[in-house]
């Protein structure tokens, strides 16, 4: 049915596994493809993995189909921003807001979009419409005098935002979630904010099924009270369920004494009995199979497990009930576990358990497992000599520049042997090849991180680096290279090759396009933008432009110099 995996894709999103999610989802719109939710889920799954035009495409649908609905724009809101769309993305979402002005989802969302627009229409300028309510001392003064912020100057967490804020005003956008922020910015500004936290997005996730308990006769209304009838007799057969029932619940207690003292033996005759007093509460026999797990007899607990599910689902008993007997199953199945296969089926009650009540102890037990089976399967896979045999393959498509089932055979070889640098070098150099650059650096930098002396890393790194116009740092990874390796022609090759681009940008030889992209890449670099926001710095630009003797000055300075030749080496400044 369409609901059981759409509740299955729900758990595995939970839990991280997005492309399972995706699968399950999937699944669930081949039975019901109308159903706008199910879209709006895979949408988010495919955001999350970085698949964009999917979840553009799901997004779509799901507005198509149900354009009232406010989450849907704020899907596709995300969708565009992910896919640097941002004028779509701030349409989106103000459609969204038109049909719930209140969704702080959307709001933040709004922000995120219009912030990035903002910066994709030219250099991010440092000027904020709150930048001066930050600036110097007096802030730190105006939020120690205020009673209502003077505590939170003792909680390092809102400090670190508030310096972040402060070195630049920019960065407000990403704390306005937290009404500390936005108590201090009150302060600051003179104006009294609401700071109530905002509820939490009903997301389409599952709800909790309704409490499986017999519906209690709802009591008639009578226009006059009407004298209680006289007290009935009561039947022997009632008096004697009673009895055992109550003679059940002192067994239980019993039982519960014995399990604390880890006198399991005489816990597990106290369970046996309550079980056979009274058959309609199936805690009983949870709690018995808890004991089965603490003494390590897992096929006792399942058994007593299962019989908890089926009795359960007979009395429609509460669904939390039926949740944690699920959980101490998958719990046992899990311990039993020798492969990864085994970890499969206590993943799958896991899930099942999730569905039930979605408890923490639970989620937290799920993630613990399919993290052992991810590991298992890496120890039941790894083969050196397969893996040696693979990158062999794959260094044979490379030579014949097939680059695509070059990557596959490395790829193999990773899985096979993942401590073996070599492969990752060899990806790397693929993935170069195949303007894969992200990629490409990915797996440079994974292969330095697993051999720092192995030298090839460097130039895989280096090249990256080079290809995508960051010279400066290219040549810093071939210098680090050198290191190791201090006549390694490829790495002096490599560092006269940044030295060389650097230096066209010094003496103004670059094409306005090249120069264009060159400042686009250097407003990008965090250090660049730090440069231009520290007003010592801004101080000696003016004085190279204005105060030639001041300017002699700050060039004896080595760290100013070495910022200046940073913003050069990033044709933020030139030099004529």
């Not at 193999?412 to 640098?421: L, M, V």
Request: contains cysteine; aromatic residues 6%.
């Amino acid at each position: 049915m369409a609901d059981e995996a759409k509740a299955k894709g729900n758990a595995a999103f939970s839990a991280g596994n997005f492309t399972d999610a995706i699968t399950h989802f999937t699944e669930a719109i081949n039975l019901s493809p109308t159903n706008h939710v199910l879209y709006s889920n895979r949408s988010a799954a495919y955001a999350s993995i970085g698949k964009y035009s999917d979840a553009l495409s799901d997004a779509q649908k799901t507005v198509d189909l149900k354009s009232d609905w406010a989450k849907g724009y704020s899907r596709l809101g995300a969708a565009h921003l992910g896919l640097h769309h941002y004028d779509e993305a701030v349409s989106a979402y103000k459609k969204g807001l038109e049909i719930d002005p209140n969704n702080e989802a959307l709001k933040s969302g709004l922000s995120d979009a219009q912030a990035a627009q903002a910066r994709s229409r030219g250099p991010a300028s440092s000027a904020n419409p709150f930048g001066d309510a930050f600036s110097g001392p007096e802030m730190w003064a105006k939020l120690t005098a205020d009673s209502s912020t003077r505590a939170y100057l003792n909680q390092p967490d809102f400090v670190n935002m508030m310096k972040d804020i402060q070195k630049n005003p920019n960065n407000l956008n990403l704390y306005l979630k937290d009404q500390r922020v936005m108590q201090a910015l009150g302060v600051l500004l003179g104006v009294k904010l609401s700071t109530r936290m905002p509820e939490e997005e009903d997301a389409e996730m599952p709800e909790p099924s309704p409490e499986r308990k017999r519906p209690a006769e709802e009591e008639k209304k009578r226009p006059e009270p009407e004298p209680e009838p006289e007290p009935m007799e009561v039947g022997e057969e009632e008096k004697e369920i009673k009895e055992r029932k109550a003679k059940a619940q002192k067994e239980k207690e019993a039982g519960n004494a014995a399990y604390k003292k880890k006198d399991f033996e005489t816990a597990i005759q106290h369970y046996s009995k309550a079980i056979e007093l009274d058959d309609e509460d199936i805690s009983f026999i949870t709690n018995r199979a808890a004991v089965y797990l603490e003494m390590g007899k897992y096929e006792d607990c399942i058994k007593d497990c299962d019989q908890a599910v089926e009795r359960g689902r007979e009395l429609r008993s509460d669904f939390k009930m039926i949740a944690r007997a699920l959980t101490r199953k998958g719990t046992a199945l899990a311990k039993m576990a020798k492969s990864s296969k085994d970890f499969e089926v206590a993943i799958e009650v896991f899930q099942k358990a999730l569905t039930e009540h979605r408890n923490p102890d639970t989620l937290k037990k799920l993630n613990d497992a399919e993290k052992a089976r991810k590991e298992l399967e890496q120890q039941e896979y790894f083969n050196p000599q397969i893996a040696d045999e693979e990158r062999e393959k794959g260094n044979q498509f490379f030579k014949e520049m097939k680059y695509p089932e070059a990557v596959k055979h490395y790829t193999e070889s990773i899985k096979r042997n993942p401590k073996d640098p070599r492969a990752y070098s060899n990806r790397a150099a693929c993935y170069t090849k195949l303007a894969a650059l992200p990629e490409g650096l990915k797996d440079a930098e994974k292969c330095i991180e697993l051999d720092p002396t192995f030298v090839k890393g460097y130039t895989r790194k280096g090249a990256v680096q080079f290809f995508m116009k960051e010279y400066e740092k290219a040549m810093e990874t071939y210098q680090e290279g050198l290191k190791h390796d201090p006549q390694n022609q490829e790495l002096l090759d490599g560092v006269k090759r940044c030295v060389e681009q650097i230096n066209r940008g010094s003496r103004g030889d670059l094409t306005p396009e090249e120069l264009k992209e060159r400042q686009a890449k250097g407003m990008q670099d965090p250090e660049i933008q730090n440069i231009l926001t520290d007003p010592v710095m801004r101080q000696v630009l003016t004085d190279f432009q204005e105060n030639p003797k001041a300017a002699q000055d700050h060039m004896k300075n080595p760290l100013v110099m070495n910022k200046i030749q940073k913003l050069i080496n990033a044709g933020i400044v030139q030099v004529k």
